[in-house]
């Protein structure tokens, strides 16, 4: 099933912040969207999942519409992990990331099914050492990854993270990237706003670049990642070599 947005058009307070955008995502494989700072990404990806209602255009799962579903079948379907999270309750860790099921829940609270999801994302997450913290006096890392696995717990076809390297330290870095490829590899659609250009060439299978709320460019990594597009994307020039590993190495070395 296909993930598509269709002439999608975003005016916030008489701003164009999409401007009739199309595209589409495939199961299985890991897209990264890039831009500078206030390209549409985080917009974007809000209509992706329903938070924002775009002035034209539709958003489809396979061939059906986003707005054709309630909001509970649409969680199960899709789970965002917003940019910057905070946690503010009051609560420990395992029942953050229990939030994440409750699109799932029955009438008679968690399931077996539903116990086993929360454990399998914790230790997917590094954060089995810290299911009973109080989740609002984690570290911001540690709250990026407990609100990762709260995300990863809902078992979403389709996975939208905004960010979701912002503050962790290297190791963790690669561990959710790690995390991100390994989920798109069982058959989901994993879609996620990346401003590291090296971290985006090592777990992209597709690239989507936004600029000033167009498309500027779509399609394969290896396509799309070059010199001449990453310096339209952001104004500047960008190194593409590869470590000693052969692993690529993206990176901006002056503003152009
Ligand atoms: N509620 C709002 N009202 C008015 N303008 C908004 C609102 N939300 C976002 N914008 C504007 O929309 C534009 C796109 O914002 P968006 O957050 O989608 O960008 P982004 O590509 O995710 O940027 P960043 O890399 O900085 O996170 C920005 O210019 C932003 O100021």
């Not at 164009?16 to 990404?41: D, P, Y």
């Not at 029942?95 to 099914?113: D, E, F, N, Q």
């Amino acid at each position: 099933m296909s993930l598509s947005f269709e002439g999608l058009s975003l005016t916030l307070r008489g701003r164009k912040i999409l401007k009739e955008v199309s595209g589409r995502f495939q199961q299985g494989r890991v897209t990264v969207i890039l831009g500078a700072n206030g390209a549409g990404k985080s917009s974007l990806l809000s209509c992706l999942v329903g938070l924002r209602e775009p002035q034209s255009g539709e958003v489809k799962l396979g061939d059906r519409t986003l707005l054709s579903m309630d909001s509970r079948e649409r969680g199960r379907l899709i789970g965002l992990l917003p940019q910057r999270p905070d946690i503010h309750w009051n609560v420990d860790v395992k029942t953050i990331v229990g939030l994440g099921r409750l699109p799932h829940a029955g009438r008679w609270g968690m399931s077996a099914a539903d116990h086993e999801a929360v454990l399998k994302a914790m230790a997917a997450t590094d954060c089995n050492d810290l299911a009973d913290r109080k989740a609002m006096r984690l570290s911001g890392g540690e709250q990026g990854r407990v609100l990762l696995a709260r995300v990863l717990a809902g078992e979403p076809q389709w996975l939208l993270a905004d960010e979701p390297l912002a503050s962790l330290d290297p190791a963790h870095q690669f561990d959710v990237l790690d995390r991100l490829k390994s989920y798109a590899k069982t058959g989901n659609g994993v879609i996620v706003v990346l401003h590291d250009l090296t971290q985006a060439a090592r777990v992209a299978d597709d690239i989507m670049i936004l600029k000033e709320g167009s498309i500027l460019a779509a399609g394969r990594c290896e396509d799309v990642m070059t010199a001449e597009v990453l310096g339209e994307a952001y104004g500047v020039e960008v190194q593409i070599t590869t470590s000693d590993a052969g692993e690529p190495l993206v990176v901006p070395v002056r503003r152009l």
